[in-house]
């Protein structure tokens, strides 16, 4: 008796019958490839290994409660019940949940977590505090064996070397993590130990970062009362603690060079002021050498009396422009320094007073010891210039053996012998006295 054929229909039914109860509600891992988004809001892609691949549909009312949408290359996992579609002869998984893993689960994650912290406030600006203008103690949460620390230490002790700086090591990925560095940031906080603190660690993967994306981290962070730094991995890389922390580095390095900018710009700004002081001082000594330069090449003058007269009048003017130049030197600093202190006390953290004002003091010191110098050096060439008038005086000329010749009752010099007549009476001017003298015979060196 021959078996009466079957309809296609007929026989994919009774495979429909026979294969769809046996998995209901079933969970498989695979990677999406083939996915397209209908206009109907249903979703359709292949779930694929390494050896087979299956066909799935998601229909928009499942697919509507997704937090963010599938894509070709994503790793799920995927819920559903698999069922045959009788027009096309072919089975297919029918999903109801998906849920991405691995890499994808971490990034899901991720945007979670930042909606949330965005919603509590923790990224907002007025949240920020301001860096430490001159920090003193510098605190560093990160692993003690890292490039991290090598490269802030380096930075820190080339630019300014003899800073308080304290780490508390902790590790920076793995179980366990996160809770140590929230811990550290506390301990700061608790036991007031910095100025400021830099949390970081150098480059990685996702899940290598990871630890800095956690809540406790970015909890910890915002409810530090010290200043923090985040400065996770390279330029590209952002982490939640680094965007809830009052400043983010793009490097460990360019965190090192955030905290110490202020005292960096202090200390060449102080650096230009000195530059201006020793410019000041060698114009100052280059203007009075050129001017008693000029006095001494003056030419002698006929009559000692004006001679001694004007060196005087000179070296009362040398003295006094000496004495002007002096106060407005000391002016002009004195001005500089007022307005580096008020520049301070712009600043005017509590922490940085003192350390200020033994800077400033120390300035004023250096400031007294150049006028000092300035004054001394000055006073050594007045008594240099003192001995050289002495050395021209016509009083130390006459002792010398040589006399002034005046006339008897005048104080006209006889400076030539044409003035003279046989028999007149003059006085002479010898070094300790005068005495009269009559004129017996007069030789004329122009007559013979």
């Known amino acids: 008796m021959t078996q009466e054929a079957l309809t296609v229909t007929q026989l994919t ?15 498989v891992q695979g990677e999406i490839s083939n996915y397209k988004k209908q206009s109907s809001g249903h979703l359709y892609f292949s779930l694929k290994d390494a050896e087979s691949q299956l066909s799935a549909v998601m229909f928009s009312g499942q697919a509507s409660k997704l937090k963010t949408l599938p894509k070709s290359g994503d790793q799920v996992v995927v819920k559903g019940d698999i069922n045959v579609y009788p027009p096309r002869g072919n089975y297919q998984m029918i999903v109801r949940s998906l849920t991405p893993v691995g890499l994808g689960a971490l990034l899901l994650k991720l945007e979670e977590l930042k909606k949330e912290i965005h919603k509590r406030g923790w990224f907002a600006k007025e949240h920020k505090k301001a860096l430490p203008s001159m920090p003193k103690k510098i605190g560093i949460v990160t692993s003690p064996t890292g490039a991290a620390i090598r490269d802030m230490l380096n930075v820190l002790d080339r630019r300014f070397a003899g800073l308080h700086i304290l780490l508390n090591p902790v590790k ?156 407005q030197f000391l002016q002009q600093k004195q001005l500089q320094i ?31 010891r150049s006028q000092k110098n300035l004054i001394d050096s000055s006073k050594n060439k007045l008594s240099s210039l003192k001995e050289t008038l002495q050395a021209v005086d016509p009083k130390n000329v006459l002792k010398r053996g040589y006399s002034i ?31 009269l003298a009559e004129v017996k015979d007069i030789f004329d060196d122009k007559k013979k």
């Not at 039914?13 to 969970?27: D, Q, T």
């Open 13 to 27: 039914y009774e495979i429909k019958n026979v294969l769809e109860p046996g998995f209901r509600n079933i969970s």
């Open 172 to 327: 920076v990925q793995g179980e366990g993590a996160a809770e140590e560095i929230a811990r550290a940031i506390e301990q700061f906080n608790k036991h007031k130990l910095v100025d400021v603190i830099i949390i970081g660690r150098g480059g990685g993967s996702i899940e290598d970062l990871w630890a800095f994306n956690e809540e406790v981290v970015a909890k910890a962070v915002f409810e530090s009362r010290i200043p923090v730094i985040g400065a996770v991995g390279h330029e590209t890389d952002h982490t939640i603690a680094e965007h809830v922390a009052d400043v983010r580095a793009p490097t460990p390095s360019a965190a090192a060079e955030l905290v110490i900018a202020e005292k960096l710009q202090l200390q060449d700004k102080l650096d230009r002021i000195k530059a201006q002081i020793v410019q000041t001082a060698r114009h100052l000594i280059h203007q009075y050498r050129r001017t008693l330069e000029g006095i001494i090449r003056q030419p002698v003058f006929s009559s000692p009396y004006h001679l001694l007269g004007a060196w005087m009048q000179k070296l009362d003017d040398l003295q006094a422009q000496i004495h002007r130049g002096a106060r």
């Open 338 to 368: 007022t307005g580096i202190r008020r520049e301070l006390n712009a600043l005017n953290p509590r922490t940085q007073i003192f350390h200020t004002r033994q800077k400033i003091l120390s300035l004023e010191q250096a400031i007294k």
């Open 405 to 435: 010749v005046f006339n008897e009752k005048g104080k006209s010099v006889i400076s030539s012998v044409e003035s003279l007549r046989k028999h007149q009476k003059v006085r002479m001017l010898l070094s300790d006295g005068e005495a």
